[in-house]
């Protein structure tokens, strides 16, 4: 036999092993601390041990209690970036998908899997009223943004073939709360950070429609090419959601690509499609199902209008690629539309979650994270010592502490000390928030992607900055 092959017996052990770890952690995960144990020189002893020559079998598994135990916690009292919360029905057939190992490159290679892809592909296109569009299941929003703004270089400005031309400016156009993902694309795709132009944002954090057609004016006005406009579905410091409609005219009326980053927001559509007039409007857009689908990362995703937008971009097949059939279906490639060869079985486990649970179960869950947002932003503003620091769209609720501690008068003041608060509350471990700088005032932040929080977690949230504020009072 060969030294790798073990035998189904001893998979099946293997995995009745993995299932018990698992299971445990499911089953402390609520009171357990949000924090993973230990400093990263402790972490690095731990783990940074040397390749073993001979099989340690068995042995091997006992270092996983320390991988659980040197893991951040993500119970309903994590609140912190846009962290799905990780649906464990899907999480199961993680299991199945690196056994059956099918690459998701072409029909052939994985006539189900494949099949599979374009189904939740097409569920998640009908949620964001995007029925028609064509898509793929990638990394995460920031793959998918690089994706669709590659789309949109390709299809405006050709460069595949002999490069951006010396001296030909392109111009792409995004909000000053344009994810970071988005400066990012523009620089990998040969385009140039500096020409990303930040459009201001009003007192809402939206792009201003008139500020971006004065810029796009500006740009042609100098023989700039305006080739993409981006769009925010949900921003990600406070779930601002961009005039979609207003900016889709304006993008057509300059003849730009009309991109919409709905990484973290745009799945919010489940529960409140309201929210999102002129979505349908995009040339692509970004989802992140690992987001408010609660998925286990990873599982983003990039729908397009076009496809031949998409195979402009994407498809350089090699002769050893080629197909041996004309048959529509079965002669279909993804390596043609998207940047991956290679490909995992992202579909499987949301293709099984939703199935499993039904639309209308994370319908509610979504619509509890939009009700536990506003329960947060209600409790702030009845508390004194608290500022609510933007409109809740979403469900991220940025906001400060502005208590009376001696000493603390300057915005800088108030900066650090808010940083200072949430230092601790991190270090603490009894909940979990990130931050936010708006308008040069440090905030503290809130994003309730989870369906695992209750409104007693929520409660917790003001409870523990008030409780944090007062100990660094104590300590002042
Ligand atoms: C608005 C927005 N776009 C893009 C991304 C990037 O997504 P990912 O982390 O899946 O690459 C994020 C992540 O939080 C986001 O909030």
Redesign the pocket.
Known sequence: MNPIEISPEQFKSLCEQFLAIASDYLMELDSRSIPAKGSGAEIDRIFRAPLPETGLADEALRAFSDVVQHSRAQNGRFFG??LGSGETAGAATDLLCSVLNQNVTAWRSSPAAVTLEKTVVSWLAKIVSCREFHGVLC?????A?LMGLAMARETKAPANKGGIPRGLGLAVYASTEA?M?IPKAIALLGIGRDNLRLIPVDNSFRMIPSQLEQAMLRDTERGVAPIAVVG?A???NTGAIDPLTEIAAIAAKFGAWFHI?G???ALGAIAAPHKFPGIDRADSI?L?P??WLYQSI?C?CLLYRDATAAQRAFSYSGDYVRTLTNDPVESFAFFEESIELSRRFRALKLWFSLRYHGLAAFRKSIDNDLQHAQRLGSSIEETPELQLMAPIELSAVCFRYVGGIPGIHTENDLNRLNSEILRRIVERGNIYLSNATLQSRFCLRACVVNHRTTNSDIDRVVAEVLAVAKEVDNAN
């Open positions: 970036y846009v990394g995460g929003g920031s793959a943004n994810h993902s925010s949900g921003t990600v980053d990484a973290y927001g970004s992140d690992h987001k990873d983003g």
